[in-house]
């Protein structure tokens, strides 16, 4: 077998499972989220805000689509890449403006337990994930023999 097929027989399977994994996790806190909006606020032992639940289960629906798009990455994660990068982007801009609210004394320190599953947890298998795409990419532009054999919207071989 060669290495390029090897390759993809090994990360295909791992990658898939990971963003199935954070496909069906957001799915299930967006769908939390949409069902028991002020539980979160409750927890941490803060006011449930907004004082319109209404936006904070648009949040839940925003997961959980994210969820969808995981899902749908997860049968070709290198070719759907850009929902794996735009779902990191989110993971990490997403605990930044929490701590920029948190050290400005706007929401409680309490209220970020979930940035570690929401958030941090997924940081590196998705990083991981697109330096595999990156990969991926990068040897097909410099192998034009690679692109003939997997045409554009065909699925691969492997």
Known sequence: MKSREREQVETRPRTSR??????????LWGLFVILRPMD???WAGI???PNYPELWQCMGMVI??????????????ARHWPIVLVGLLGKVFGPIGFAWNAAGGRL???FG?????NDLIWWIPFGALLWTAWKHHRKEATCPQSRLANPPGQPSAA
Request: hydrophobic share 60%; no cysteine.
């Open 18 to 27: 990971i963003l199935i994994a954070a496909g069906i996790y957001n799915l």
């Open 40 to 42: 979160l606020f409750r």
């Open 47 to 49: 006011e449930p805000l």
């Open 64 to 77: 959980g689509v994210y969820g969808i798009g995981y899902l749908i990455a997860a049968f070709d994660p």
């Open 108 to 110: 409680p320190w309490s």
């Open 113 to 117: 337990a979930v940035i570690l599953t």
